[in-house]
């Protein structure tokens, strides 16, 4: 299990877009067509189950909202600023 960061170091390390929402930190994704949401969802979704990490992730008709925390650290961690990276390089 990683530890949790405090909320400077998560300001510090956190990639650009992306917002620390009290234990977790989110990023909303917007596509012209609602199918190129669902393929990017499926493109995190096999990302998160690589790393045994799983987001949330809210699909609507042209936004995708993706939210990495950890459940068992109780907050934010380097996995979760590591996935968030690479989910931006997949958009």
Same mark, same amino acid.
């Given at each position: ?10 300001? *510090?390390?956190?990639? *650009?877009?992306? /917002?620390?929402?009290? *234990?977790? /930190? ?16 499926? &493109? ?11 987001? &949330? /992730? ?23 600023? &590591?996935?968030?990276?690479?989910? *931006?390089?997949?958009?």
């Amino acid at each position: 299990m990683s530890d949790r960061l405090d909320d400077d170091t998560i300001s *510090d390390r956190l990639p *650009d877009d992306w /917002i620390h929402d009290g *234990d977790a /930190i989110t990023r909303t994704y917007t596509f012209e067509e609602y199918l190129d949401g669902v393929a990017f969802a499926s &493109e995190v979704g096999d990302l998160a189950d690589e790393a045994f990490h799983h987001p &949330e /992730i809210t699909i609507r008709y042209d936004e995708v909202e993706v939210r990495f925390t950890d459940h068992e650290a109780g907050g934010v961690t380097s996995q979760d600023i &590591e996935l968030a990276r690479r989910t *931006d390089d997949r958009r």
